[in-house]
């Protein structure tokens, strides 16, 4: 894939409006990541909106509930027919499994292709301290975003959200045909925000991963474009 066909931008913006002149802005992004935020504010209008500008969407929804429920979540998603959706591996296995078959369910209903479910490991908002000390977690970090991803594996998903710091060794474990999508990824150049465990872009390309989210270094850029084009010149 071209460079910037590996860059996912983040429509983390609150209103379809706002999602539109960034579309307009940035006519030659061709995958973008609608989440939480837009997608409650506006509804999937604006999934409609990228699907008739040929665009590739990542729905990253993060679900997180018991396995019924998921499911049914799943299958109401397959309509949208996105390419990447997103659910928290501690979820559990029964979850996954069912998540994973109802969404394939719901795809093959409706006569669209099912789009890939791939499993949130750990957010790269927190860090080994916070996954020790506040979760209550043993497990040393790269240990447990492993866990999570192979779980997701054994489950029959499609690939694993991960930091880039976690990436190298989720694809030696995971294989080739895994995807591995990562966010947490900043130029030097910018600032770090909320990302507790970040690489440059091409540092995490070459770690491993297959996408890179990146969506403040771009979207809030004094000139977005340029941004853009400048992260696609260094991943080259």
């Known amino acids: 894939m071209n460079a910037d066909n590996r860059i996912i931008v983040a429509l ?26 837009l997608f409650v504010s506006s509804g999937p209008g604006i999934l409609e909106i990228l699907k008739q500008r040929e665009k590739r969407i990542f729905l990253d929804l993060k679900f997180h509930d018991i396995p019924n429920t998921v499911a049914g979540a799943c299958r109401a998603a397959a309509k ?18 069912a998540a994973q078959l109802a969404l394939t369910e719901g795809a093959a209903a409706v006569d669209k292709p099912s789009p890939k479910l791939i ?20 497990l040393e970090l790269p240990e447990y975003a492993l866990h999570m991803a192979l779980l997701a594996k054994e489950t029959g998903l499609a690939g694993a959200v991960c930091s880039p710091q976690e990436v190298e060794q989720l694809r030696m474990s995971c ?18 925000g ?13 770690a491993g991963a297959d996408y890179l989210v990146i969506g403040r270094p771009i979207t809030a850029a004094d000139d977005p474009v340029a941004a853009f084009g400048r992260i696609c010149e260094e991943i080259e």
């Open 119 to 138: 499993a949130i490991t750990l957010l790269t908002s927190l860090n080994s301290r916070q996954l020790a000390f506040d979760l209550k977690i043993p």
């Open 194 to 206: 909320d990302q507790k465990r970040s690489m440059t872009p091409k540092a995490a390309l070459k």
């Open 175 to 192: 294989g080739d045909d895994f995807v591995l999508v990562c966010p947490g990824v900043r130029p030097k150049w910018a600032d770090g």
């Open 80 to 97: 949208y027919n996105v390419d990447l959706l997103t659910i928290h591996s501690t979820c559990g296995k029964d979850a996954l499994k």
């Open 12 to 37: 983390d913006v609150s209103s379809q409006e706002e999602a539109i002149a960034l579309l307009d802005k940035l006519p030659q992004v061709s995958f973008w990541k609608v989440g939480l935020e």
